[in-house]
T-cell receptor, first 113, second 110 residues
Framework: DVKVTQSSRYLVKRTGEKVFLECVQD?????MFWYRQDPGLGLRLIYF???????EKGDIPEGYSVSREKKERFSLILESASTNQTSMYLC????????????FGDGTRLSIL | GQNIDQPTEMTATEGAIVQINCTYQ??????LFWYQQHAGEAPTFLSY????GLEEKGRFSSFLSRSKGYSYLLLKELQMKDSASYLC???????????FGSGTRLQVQP
């Protein structure tokens, strides 16, 4: 069965810290995505990657970076966490073709104090 | 840019039929997805439409009209477990990522 695993379900960090969110998929998918989900705003795309070492900015990339050193792993980095980055973060993966559905992880609820 | 609109909340009765609408404005449309998301859980894939018409999958059906920029998700024989948020998402040609609407929270009542 399809599996996307996010490293933490809940995370609490302090303002100014560097934060790493990890995501691993076991489906050999080319595409991987990071979203944040906020009430009333839906899912908004932060970054995505369509191949190892490749990345593209989504709609709200400011304050974030990503890393994809291996096909199965896609990391989201908050360079210097701020309180407005408190959110639910969702990772997803999909096969190469755009008509293939994305499969989501269970999410990481991140609080920045 | 893209704009996707869905109603924020809907309420329906167990056993009934409900239709959740989604309108979109986008350039280079290349397909529309519907996802279901229960509170505190990951979104799960329901349907994909790229051609005009109705796609039926058990109790759930999804309709698309490309010329009108309109889709709906139809849920029949509603069950309490159908209480969830339903997310409409559009994909553009040349961009592999989805753009999501804000989602419709459906409450099924006994």
């Amino acid at each position: 069965d399809v599996k996307v695993t996010q490293s933490s379900r809940y995370l609490v960090k302090r303002t100014g810290e560097k934060v790493f969110l990890e995501c691993v998929q076991d489906m050999d998918h080319e595409n991987m995505f990071w979203y944040r989900q906020d009430p009333g705003l839906g899912l908004r795309l932060i970054y995505f990657s369509y191949d190892v070492k490749m990345k593209e900015k989504g709609d709200i990339p400011e304050g974030y970076s990503v890393s994809r050193e291996k096909k199965e792993r896609f990391s989201l980095i908050l360079e210097s966490a701020s309180t407005n980055q408190t959110s639910m973060y969702l990772c997803a993966s999909s096969d190469r073709d755009s008509n293939q559905p994305q499969h989501f992880g269970d999410g990481t609820r991140l609080s920045i104090l | 840019g893209q704009n996707i609109d869905q109603p924020t909340e809907m309420t329906a009765t167990e056993g009934a039929i409900v239709q959740i609408n989604c309108t979109y404005q986008t350039s280079g449309f290349n397909g529309l997805f519907w996802y279901q998301q229960h509170a505190g859980e990951a979104p799960t894939f329901l349907s994909y439409n790229v051609l005009d018409g109705l796609e039926e999958k058990g109790r759930f059906s999804s309709f698309l009209s490309r010329s009108k920029g309109y889709s709906y998700l139809l849920l029949k024989e509603l069950q309490m477990k159908d209480s969830a948020s339903y997310l409409c998402a559009v994909i553009n040609a040349g961009r592999r990522a989805l753009t999501f609407g804000s989602g419709t929270r459906l409450q099924v009542q006994p």
